[in-house]
């Protein structure tokens, strides 16, 4: 069954393996009338482009996009958006060694026994790159979401045992650091830290933290649809990810209702506000104002130079050193895809709350078409 | 929109509030050939129902479950099953008084802003017994999974500061204290725990943890129908719920590639096995033959009768004391419907896949009908 | 998979056999705050009601409807609609004998085939009271269609060889007469046919038609989601139809571009308006302020009393008199299903138009919430 | 909303303008194991390429495809296949004249109305070209069914008042006329009539029909997703398409139940079968083993050349000539995408099918994994 089609409105359909021809999306439900160039999504692209730092793959790769339909005289006609990016630097012959066993922590074994066999290049479908996909849409979903103020922050919150200091957070610092951590500090122990693990053919995990802000009151659904459930699922598609938290997150099995309920107030403007937000900017599963905080909790790369144990396609108990172009760490790079991730989310939510009130249809519909 | 749907081809669809005249389901997609009655359901929901221990609502509740469609003579006959459980216990009374302010944790303000109005008895929609329907769901695919060899261990594993001891985890515990804990010392002091709360006006959180073994290897699909994708979403569209993790979890922040790859090696019976479970069950979105290990976090319940701060409809900064009979902790309670949104979703996967492979369409149909 | 829900905004799940406890759908994103009590669902219900007149089955049902949840003080909260009739008069004693062959031109073979048994009393799903979950959740789509000024006309254009005379058409005299026909002199001659064929133990056909007026320009999408795709879908779906057409419909294979093309003019109030309407009513799948059109083939009632040839489960060539309480023609009952099918399809429409526009957009949601 | 997915299993996802870049789509949801290569799909493509015939536009565009993904070492890999035919004769200049204005029986007018503008090149995503996108996903979904043994026949049945005489139906000269006949002497016919239309600056209309055998008993669902009803929708998505029937179709409102009616009867290898096969293939919305036999109606190509009445973007009466290369018949390029669309809907009903009984589960899912 189809398994790359992320969206119950706007449709987000990706494709593509490491080493094919190329990586794309096509995005269904778009509206009409939104200004939309390339650059608008090479930017995005450029967060996750590899061989940025020494912290990532040296393999070289424009990851340049073109945009093949859907737009027309610089604005989205209403119609598919296709996105293509091109593969350039597949060098196959690197990986025809791993066609015969199994990498530890990759998807080569489950490949096989789901399909009977696998396109063993790179990973295939569940290389990395599957994500410039993702981030292509992404950027799409954050050019709509800006036009109706919504603000994203997300950063690299920890990595291995180096977590940022609220104290000294500071959102520009995050452009200044190649592991875009908002603690030049953190930043800096971060990288000594990845320097050891380079040396010793090791990985680090780390968590992201995404902050959104000036979210509309009222999106998500009551049951399954919940906001939080939508962004954990969008989270937790990501190659990488193990963990997923909201607000507080795992903190409140410790806590009390006392302590973790977040006491309403007038805000000055005559809005209801939170005192606090433990809750992370959803209740009953709908936004409540407050920014949206969440967590991804990534695992180290499961490349590693080391030597490993494992098997063969046939059978038999190996021993393996992994070759290719491996990130020491996945976390800097994922960044911008747990901010493409939760745009799709928040835009689909957006798109589902258009038809929560009988009044919202007649300001769009009028008795013979739409209200001019 | 619709949020109540759950599933892709095992579909289920929710209805029903607090004080409304029922709870109920309407399943669609069920196979034929299925041997069903009431009592498979109802011991789901008795593991719910409210009103066991001293630690869940006294509210009386029979929730007692009719089958009103899609069985006959004792079997599912593959078109829509129709689960009712009838409120008997609503006494709307208690509720009037908090229809005129914003109770904080609970999604009143939220459902305000997004319809314009609620039900405000008990909750409406986003009571706890919405969850009914979930459970009886999720005990059809229960069933299902049983005959596919499929076995479920769901408990609490923390509350609040209280947690189990791997070293005494005895899973006929769970059956033994109303926590549903498998660690007899654990539970003790997790009630005593639960009495301070209770005669402190406030209420605990806590964590349950699933196990599932026997698992087909292949369940998932790549980039975003990935199992543990759906999984979080399943577990995070409960309303208590703000943390999900797979495997190591959150912990996989502070591990290494060569700690956290699990090394594949080949069993006796010549099957391809790890020596390790960091990965929780699934390797690129596929399960991997391991038992699916996942937790979810789940926050303090939000109806404490200790005094809060918040706001009137219209806008009045006030001080209240929610009455009404609630749980201190909505751990134990919640244990069932992790297991089964885990069931709905297995389900799903489990039917995806039939369709991953040509042969797989071969052993069904032949040239002019199923295959005999 | 499932094949009991309709629409991808306005879900509507439906459930139940002619002789199981009853038949009932949910509704699952109907927006809040439509004024909805049991007698707006009701009368669409006694339209379909069986022992209206000689033409329809005697069997004795109130067809009552019950709201079990989604409404609150007389308004639609935005939850789930559950919507409930309860069967009252199975005599599954009548139908044991058809348990053992197939009857020709009814699903008792193919359901055998596909799911390995069957629900035989009173062809179980596959009966023409499954239909009753369509009205009612039909009924609560032509409340919201009529508060955006939508009107319908639909009624029975042919019976046999009689057709209504537009000369003569008449929209009072659909109430006048059984059949449902704007035409006295066409219904008083099918009735003598219908007569005729009660005589002969024999059944007859017909032609319905929908006229839908003041439906607002833009409603379906270009290309698979064209509304004239989604209302032959909707229309097919319905157990006699085997033939859909819009505007012209089959006589366009006759006419040439000349003759069928649309002349654009300017009306008086300033809006483009059509010189003909041999479309029907849409252009490019897209609605385009003319009436919508449509007419759907339904077959005679396969159940008949004469004697007809068919096989036993068990393979054996018989001859059988099906016994039971049939109609004699479906049409006229199923006039109001075409209308209850033609406004879930555009309800549908308008939820999915409410994002065709950046601007609509921006008319709902604001920077910190939907726009006041 | 998104318009452009078709398929709940086998989900294609179409793009691409007539003037734009290219024109694609996306397959997510094929079985791996899947022989296939480009020329499989160039075959279906090569008869609805257009300068075929001197009744298809002069365009000259070799519509060449190719696999960008899902295909590895000749077989498919169980992840998207993304397909891609590019544009190579778009004379934009051709079209500028018609921006200004809506042409009778096209969607310009419609799309302005919807979106707010409209790329006017060619019809933009309304064009014709649209349907390579279904074609190229129906060639895969044709190899998959051939795999299975069913088997097509699609052709026009009629063009004008020309019909072909079933006595002397001929398959092999579907080949041998440009106009996709079985019938030599009605295809003379038919071009000496479009001789007639092209003259006369006008257009044609005509049926297609399709006849599908070797159809495994049990495919579609009862209710709202009966073959016959998919088979409806996917077929009124084609632009040109005005109406549906399926079997005797229409002429089943003139019918009697005692005709109307198929008698069941032993097969000679012990199958049941059915005596005529009125109901062209489906019994309750189920596939009964008899072949599928449907037919569209096409309405004759909106452009001609001939003087029409419209008016202007600016709202002006103006009398129009309709400049470009088009077709006097769409019918005869039609017919490979109406089997192409028909192939969809059944691997899509096939896929649903695998569900429908507990031992279809059991085939493929072991206790631990695929049973082998």
């Not at 393996?17 to 096509?26: A, F, N, T, Y």
């Not at 995990?205 to 699922?233: R, T």
Request: proline share 5%; net charge negative; charged share 20%.
């Amino acid at each position: 069954m189809a398994g790359s089609i992320f969206g119950r409105q706007f449709c987000v359909s990706t494709w593509g393996e490491s080493h094919g021809k190329g990586i794309g999306v096509v995005i269904d439900g778009c509206p009409a009338g939104l200004s939309l160039c390339e650059e608008d999504i090479q930017r995005y692209l450029d967060r996750r482009k590899p061989g940025q730092s020494r912290y990532s793959t040296p393999r070289k790769e424009a990851d340049q996009v073109e945009i093949l339909s859907g737009v027309f005289e610089g604005r989205t006609t209403g119609t598919p958006i296709s996105l293509l990016v091109a593969n350039t630097s597949q060098r196959s012959g690197d990986y025809q060694e791993i066609a015969s066993y199994y990498r530890p922590g990759h998807a080569d074994y489950t490949f096989d026994q789901k399909y009977g066999f696998r396109d063993y290049r790179g990973g295939g479908r569940s290389s990395g790159r599957e994500t410039i996909g993702r981030v292509a849409a992404g950027a799409v979903a954050l050019k709509i979401l800006g036009e109706l103020g919504v603000a994203f922050r997300t950063y690299t919150r920890s990595i291995g045992p180096i977590c940022i200091d609220l104290d000294r957070f500071s959102w520009e610092e995050v452009w200044n650091n190649p592991l875009y951590m908002p603690d030049a500090q953190a930043a800096f122990q971060a990288q000594e830290y990845l320097q050891q693990c380079i040396q010793e053919q090791n990985s680090a995990g780390g968590v992201i933290e995404c902050v959104i802000s000036q979210v509309p009151v009222g999106l998500g659904d009551p049951c399954f649809e919940k906001l939080e459930a939508n962004l954990a699922k969008a989270i937790l598609s990501m190659g990488a990810v193990r963990g997923f938290e909201i607000g507080d997150g795992f903190a409140v099995a410790h806590s009390t209702g006392a302590e973790n309920n977040d006491p309403f107030y007038m805000g000055e403007k005559g809005q209801v506000q939170k005192a606090s937000n433990h809750a992370g900017g959803t209740l009953g599963g709908i936004s409540d104002g407050s920014p949206l905080v969440f967590r991804a909790a990534v695992k180290p790369t499961p490349s590693i130079s080391r030597e490993q144990e494992t098997v063969t396609r046939e059978g038999e108990n190996i021993k393996v050193q992994v070759k290719g172009r491996h990130d020491p760490i996945i976390v800097p790079r994922a960044v911008v895809v747990v901010e493409a991730m939760a745009a799709l989310v928040l835009v689909d939510a957006l798109f589902s709350g258009m038809t929560a009130r009988m009044d919202y249809l007649k300001r769009i519909w009028g008795p013979t078409g739409p209200v001019a």
